[in-house]
T-cell receptor
Framework: AQTVTQSQPEMSVQEAETVTLSCTYD???????LFWYKQPPSRQMILVIR??????QNATENRFSVNFQKAAKSFSLKISDSQLGDTAMYFC?????????????FGTGTRLTVIP | DTAVSQTPKYLVTQMGNDKSIKCEQN?????MYWYKQDSKKFLKIMFS???????INETVPNRFSPKSPDKAHLNLHINSLELGDSAVYFC???????????????FGPGTRLTVT
């Protein structure tokens, strides 16, 4: 079974600063994807970034980047130049590609507040 | 145009009632999902449908039944509602080529169900 752990229930960062959100996971599978989703107060689930397990290069999307450490089963999200609109819940998620279902398994989330 | 839509956005009902939540996607995807987000914000897969076949059914009570009239719709029926069913329910869809290939999930806006 897959488990995803986010050890930081809440974090805050000053506007324009950088913040890193932690995520670890546990799996015996070799073929999988990892995702970070953002859930602002509007409740909408928004995909921020994804990482293929077979790729060593860390994914980046504008101000968002990940630090993927496969051996350590760690997948942290770095947000640079934080903006007020980044205030949201952030969920780390795991997708096992070995089965046909391709379900997402989520961590418990980190509530991020960007302070003006 | 909204890619994945859910109706209603809010639903308040009494214990023992039967209710339905509708989900529609206009992306032409072949797989649809239902997730439950509890009061602690934890998101968990309930089930998924692929080409009108149930392919995953997590240990949810049989009071919950997914119904797919066609590939673009996956409705959630809940019988004999209980207080513990209060949550936000998210529909999602994806186009999954098959095992071993990632399929990104697109989420609906969520339905907040309150059982009194």
């Amino acid at each position: 079974a897959q488990t995803v752990t986010q050890s930081q229930p809440e974090m805050s960062v000053q506007e324009a600063e950088t913040v890193t959100l932690s995520c670890t996971y546990d799996t015996s599978e070799s073929n999988y994807y990892l995702f970070w989703y953002k859930q602002p107060p509007s409740r909408q689930m928004i995909l921020v970034i994804r990482q293929e397990a077979y790729k060593q290069q860390n994914a980046t999307e504008n101000r968002f980047s990940v630090n993927f450490q496969k051996a350590a089963k760690s997948f942290s999200l770095k947000i640079s130049d934080s903006q007020l609109g980044d205030t949201a819940m952030y969920f780390c998620a795991f997708m096992n590609l070995q089965t046909g279902a391709n379900n997402l398994f989520f961590g418990t989330g980190t509530r991020l507040t960007v302070i003006p | 145009d909204t890619a994945v839509s859910q109706t209603p956005k809010y639903l308040v009902t009494q214990m023992g009632n039967d209710k339905s939540i509708k989900c529609e996607q206009n992306l032409g995807h072949d797989t649809m999902y239902w997730y439950k987000q509890d009061s602690k914000k934890f998101l968990k897969i309930m089930f998924s449908y692929n080409n009108k076949e149930l392919i995953i059914n997590e240990t949810v009570p049989n009071r919950f039944s997914p119904k797919s009239p066609d590939k673009a719709h996956l409705n959630l029926h809940i019988n004999s509602l209980e207080l513990g069913d209060s949550a936000v329910y998210f529909c999602a869809s994806s186009q999954c080529p098959g095992p071993g290939v990632v399929c990104e999930q697109y989420f609906g806006p969520g339905t907040r169900l309150t059982v009194t």
